[in-house]
């Protein structure tokens, strides 16, 4: 008999493969029980149409019945329709970004189409959208028990979003320093964005890098992203190590049912320093960029292409980019409801390696030495989705992914190789049960595997296995109850494990119509990587050296929370939260430069961030403005977190007469107070001030932009300048 | 009032209030943050002594506010001025663009091959002198004062001796642990002094030193080392120098020493004449060692 590798990497016989069958039985004896327990012998279908006040068709809206599984969306035409209905009577409830939710109870399903009609009235700001990544399956953006954001695509195209990190960014409690990611402080900067502490979900499916444990945001095309969901507070409960700051999910496009085409083109330049002796080329830098997609659907299987291609001078001596995205998606309907999603993406991105400047004199410049250095990214994303309905109340998740990432050069452009591709296969299969109708169990197990090698860290291989489960209880519809945990099981195969368990409750109330409450307390830990673990490398003058001794990291928070609607027009959201760590890992420096990754930081991070938005003068007008603040202190050093900054806030003024609009946005974030490399180099707050204006013609948007309006010159970290002053112009189609 | 004389209203409306709002901003002073800095401090460079291009990677000069430095993070340092070329020119300018303030110490570092910064490779420093190779420090400090942020001092110039750093000869032994590692451990040296320095002087400690590594292992029961030296210089004492996880330089002390084997109460000199020494060995116990705690 073949001998396989079980879970605790050691090899096994026979023996352990009957136990493996044995769990197989019992596992498909719970899932046709369950089946069986929720089954209905009568069913019928559900159709209709959604548009909206002035009787135009709305494609995309939700649709489900409440109180079962079933569901459908919108197509282009605004029409749905659900199968397997019970007979009996039930509740549709339509949503959509921009509308307002509306509920049809008492609807009479016997055996034959039913057919409805549900007209939505446009909502004063985005509505209330349903929402998949806080609990894993979709519930309204109101009902969710943690801190949830969402930013859809149309908010993604007036921004004239370049980098998806720009829109994130502006979210309250979320602060980027270059590509690192930090949500409520919980991350500060590391080079090559190792070790997030914020996890990276396309589509629902993981995307941390094998061996750096680090998120790329070029990852795919930025015309696939159909909105993404910012969670904010540990979401290891449900997602595992790395979630321990945060989720992000990227949920990408359906494909559209006729055929779509969208594109952009955008270019820009960059302006002259505001010190004429910084000015280090007489050259005119600019950058480019065009954005396509097609859509089609073939009768059940709907197709989509992307692709994205980006160059850039830079602004700074060796800052070229060069960027290339292709991605697919194919999603296929089954009768009897079943779905099967599959997407693909891949990305090549090169660019120059500035590190550090040369002299706050010549900040623009890189060192001689450093002049060659590139650095070159590929990855490659695949995940596959299958959805299968069972009965009303009892359906299957199974998803299988493949994460490929692979460095190039690495700053030396005489050591190629020096990399090989970081693979992260996965697979999870995830059951979502209703047995009352209150209920809404989330059960399920990831299983990841993942293989790294560097010349600067060795060979390595190791998984994860990972079962969760979670019930969100409803007793009326004004509370939910959420509680459930995630126990993983990390092996370094050969090396190390650990195990870590992540609990998770949550309450959620809605006294009355357009206000909800929150209430989360759980648990979140974070994986030493392997680079983490065993780099050994000279970075800038700096000897970094290996620590195989490494424990993961953990934390526990909690936050409280308010969102009120005000009026028509406007809605407040204001949150409290705390966030304490242990054995935070963090590179600790001695005083010769000799740096090693240590479990040494016990901080603590709490805070409060506040969000309004606002629309007036019959919605040609808007105002959103949000602010955070938070004090990220570490406990043992008695100082300020690295690179947390303690007070960010973003305004943002829109006009909207007619085919035209404009937004003037002002970003702030206060002086950090803690760095970790260069701490007498003189500092300033984060001042940015944008002017985007748009006009649109049909199918067609004509926008331009002008970014860092006033050449403010920063460093996020240090001795690198934030990028200075560009502007851009954008014409953008989107031809059905 | 018609519906389009209502619309050019606030259109022009709208076109006043946008003029106005950009005439505000161009009369306000921008705030472009950071900026170029004018002051510095600046001066030249005379080499003396012979450089080793096999083991030199780069020269700079540093400066440091307050000494003794919590770390190498407070030092700002100079570009390059020399590189591992054969030998330098007799004298290289060097400048430093500084905040206003107050610097304590203006130095020149030397850095090894395949190694991080060593603060004790100090080569020369300014208001210091020679003897023989021997570094002398000033004492007290005389400050360099940078007022505002125009003023340019431009007359520190340093004399730099390379051979404190040209280094042919190597010595090896082995290093024995015994008792418990005390937990608060940063990290500890080995060094070859050509003098005792007194316990708990950084300045002896750093400029009395032939050779300076402080990537001897912590928390092991024993360890092997090869320091590398100058063949020419007389060692007078080889010991090992613990210094606690705050990196704390007031706290630098002596945990143990190459003893006379005629007479293990006292340190042991080495003879370099063969350029290559083993068996200069050491014992360490730290139950004795920190017999009044760390």
């Not at chain 1, 993983?488 to 195969?493: Q, S």
């Amino acid at each position: 008999m073949k001998t396989k590798i079980a879970f605790d990497g050691k090899r096994h016989g026979a023996g352990r493969t009957a136990a493996g069958f044995r769990l197989r039985s019992v596992l498909w004896a719970l899932v046709l029980s369950a089946a069986w327990m929720t089954a209905s012998a009568q069913a019928g279908t559900l159709s209709g149409t959604v548009k909206d006040a002035s009787g135009r068709p709305l494609p995309g809206a939700n649709v489900f019945l409440r109180g079962t599984l079933l569901g459908a969306v919108s197509g282009s035409d605004g029409n749905f329709t659900v199968q397997d209905v019970p007979d009996g009577t039930c509740t549709l409830v339509v949503s959509m970004m921009g509308f307002r939710t509306v509920v049809k109870s008492g609807l009479a399903v016997s055996g034959a189409m039913t057919d409805v009609d549900v007209r939505m009235d446009e909502a004063p700001l985005s509505g209330d959208p349903v929402v998949v990544t806080a609990s894993k399956h979709a519930e309204a953006l109101s009902a969710a028990h943690q801190s949830v954001t969402v930013i859809g695509a149309e908010r993604l195209a007036e921004r004239q979003t370049r980098r998806l990190e720009e829109a994130i960014g502006a979210v309250p409690g979320v602060h980027f320093n270059e590509e690192n990611v930090s949500i409520r402080g919980s991350s500060g900067y590391s080079v090559f964005n190792v070790g997030s502490r914020v996890l990276l979900l396309v589509d629902g499916v993981s995307t941390v890098t094998s061996d750096l444990g680090g998120i790329n945001w070029k990852i795919l095309p930025l015309l696939d992203v159909e909105r993404i969901e910012i969670v904010k507070g540990a979401g290891s409960a449900l997602y595992g190590s790395s979630a321990m700051g945060g989720v992000i999910n990227l949920i990408t496009r359906e494909p559209s049912r006729r055929l779509r085409v969208r594109l952009r083109a955008l270019a820009g330049v960059y302006d002259d320093p505001a010190w004429p002796e910084w000015k280090w080329t007489e050259r005119r830098l600019h950058f480019e960029r065009t954005d396509m997609s097609v859509s089609r659907s073939f009768g059940p299987v709907g197709l989509q292409f992307g692709v994205t291609r980006h160059t850039s001078t830079g602004y700074m001596e060796n800052n070229e980019a060069d960027l290339w995205n292709v991605s697919a998606k194919a999603g296929i309907r089954f009768r009897g409801g079943s779905r099967l999603d599959l997407y693909a993406a891949r990305m090549r991105n090169r660019e120059g390696g500035f590190i550090q400047w040369l002299s706050q004199n010549r900040p623009l410049e890189v060192p001689p030495y450093n002049k060659e250095d590139a650095i070159e990214y590929r990855a490659t994303d695949f995940h596959a989705q299958y959805h299968l309905p069972l009965t009303p109340r009892f359906g299957l998740k199974a998803r299988a992914s493949f994460l490929q990432t692979e460095m190039g050069n690495q700053l030396t452009a005489y050591n190629p190789g020096a990399f090989k591709p970081g693979r992260g296969p996965g697979m999870e299969i995830q059951a979502d049960w209703l047995p009352l109708p209150e209920h809404h169990v989330t059960s399920g197990v990831e299983y990841r595997r993942d293989l790294s090698g560097s010349q600067y860290f060795g060979d390595h291989e190791g998984y994860t296995l990972s079962p969760y489960v979670q019930d969100a209880w409803s007793p009326d519809g004004r509370w939910t109850v959420t509680a459930g945990g995630r126990w993983d099981r990390h092996v370094l195969i050969g090396e190390a494990s650990e195990n870590r368990l992540s609990p998770k409750i949550g309450l959620n109330f809605r006294p009355r119509e357009g206000t909800a409450l929150r209430l989360t307390f759980g648990g979140g830990f974070r994986t030493a990587t392997v680079f983490e673990k065993y780099i050994t490398a000279d970075y800038s003058g700096f000897n970094v050296i290996p620590n195989p001794g490494l424990r993961s990291e953990h934390s526990w928070f909690s936050d409280a929370g308010i969102s009120q609607d005000i009026g028509n027009a406007g809605r407040l959201e204001l949150t409290m939260f705390r966030s304490d760590y242990w054995d935070m890992i963090d590179p600790v420096i001695n005083f010769l430069g000799t740096i090693q990754f240590q479990n040494f930081v016990r901080a603590r991070v709490s805070g409060i961030e506040g969000a309004a938005e606002f629309r007036f003068w019959r919605r040609r007008l808007g105002l959103a403005a949000n602010a955070a603040w938070q004090n990220p202190r570490d406990l043992k050093r008695k100082e300020d977190l690295a690179y947390r900054p303690r007070f960010n806030s973003t305004v943002t003024g829109k006009a909207f007469l007619g085919p035209l609009s404009l937004e003037a946005e002002y970003r702030y974030a206060d002086r950090i107070r803690t760095v970790q490399l260069n701490p007498l180099d003189p500092r300033v707050p984060l001042k940015l001030l944008e002017f985007r204006a748009g006009v649109k013609a049909g199918a067609w948007t004509l926008q331009a932009s002008v970014r860092n309006a006033l050449n403010y010159h920063y460093t996020q970290i240090e001795r690198r300048m934030g990028e200075i002053r560009s502007a851009s112009i954008s014409l953008m189609a989107d031809i059905e | 009032m018609t519906h389009s004389n209502r619309t050019g209203r606030r259109a022009r409306r709208a076109g006043t209030l946008a003029a106005a709002t950009c005439l505000a901003l161009l009369a306000c002073t921008v705030d472009h943050g950071l900026e170029p800095i004018r002051s510095k401090i600046s001066g030249r460079v005379f080499f003396a002594g012979d450089a080793n291009p096999d083991i030199t990677d780069e020269v700079r000069v540093a400066v440091l506010k307050k000494f003794p430095p919590k770390d190498i993070t407070e030092l700002t340092f100079s570009e390059i001025i020399f590189g591992n070329s054969d030998q330098p020119p007799d004298t290289v300018p060097w400048e430093i663009y500084l905040e206003p303030g107050s610097y304590e110490i203006a130095a020149v570092i030397w850095k090894a091959h395949n190694q991080s910064w060593n603060i004790s490779d100090i080569i020369g420093m300014w208001g210091g002198q020679f003897i023989g190779d021997q570094l002398i420090p000033p004492f007290p400090f005389v400050p360099i004062e940078l007022k505002n942020s125009r003023s340019v001092v431009d007359t520190i110039d340093i004399r730099a001796n390379l051979n404190r750093v040209n280094r042919d000869g190597l010595i090896e032994g082995t290093l024995t642990f015994t008792g418990e590692w005390p937990a608060n451990t940063g990290v500890v040296g080995i060094g070859a002094f050509s003098e005792i320095p007194k316990s708990g002087d950084v300045f002896d400690y750093l400029l009395k030193n032939i050779a300076l590594d402080y990537s001897v292992p912590t928390f092991t029961g024993s360890a092997s080392y090869r320091l590398r030296v100058r063949s020419t210089e007389t060692i007078k004492y080889v010991a090992l120098m613990w210094i606690n996880n705050a990196f704390d330089f007031g706290g630098i002390r002596d945990i143990g020493f190459y003893r006379n084997p005629a007479n293990p109460s006292q340190p042991g000199s080495v003879n370099l004449a063969g350029k290559h020494v083993t068996g200069i060995d050491i014992r360490v116990d730290f139950a004795a060692a920190f017999g009044g705690g760390t």
